[in-house]
């Protein structure tokens, strides 16, 4: 089964950046989707950002312009760039592949904590 690892949060000030990485054990193939997903405190899991390989990028209305996503050429690591960041942003974050019929190809990591405090 494929395996999502992610790093890159930290601790950050408002208005910072940080870059968040997501390594795959596979290779996403053609028309496999990509996503960023995040859980704040007491909420549920939400899609940030997810990528379709060939295809487009689709984004949460919170993100606002403020986050990329992107992927490598080699298609096993895949990136999220976030600008602006507010405390409302202080969540674990975690990649995987949506599978079209639902569920995921991946069981969930442990993810990476991004804490957005001055």
């Known amino acids: 089964q494929v395996q999502f690892v992610e790093s890159g949060g930290g601790l950050v000030q408002p208005g910072g950046s940080l870059r968040l990485s997501c390594a795959c054990s596979g290779v996403f193939g053609p028309n496999y989707v990509a996503g960023w997903y995040r859980q704040r405190p007491g909420n549920s899991r939400e899609l940030v950002a997810s990528?379709?390989?060939?295809?487009?990028?689709n984004y949460a209305s919170f993100v606002a312009g403020r986050f990329t996503i992107s992927i490598n050429d080699d298609r096993n690591r895949v990136y999220l760039q976030m600008n602006a960041l507010g405390p409302e942003d202080t969540a674990v974050y975690y990649c995987?592949?949506?599978?079209?019929?639902?569920?995921?190809?991946?069981?969930w990591g442990q993810g990476t904590q991004v804490t957005v405090s001055s």
């Open positions: 990528l379709t390989i060939g295809g487009g990028t």
């Open positions: 995987n592949s949506p599978k079209p019929e639902g569920g995921y190809f991946a069981n």
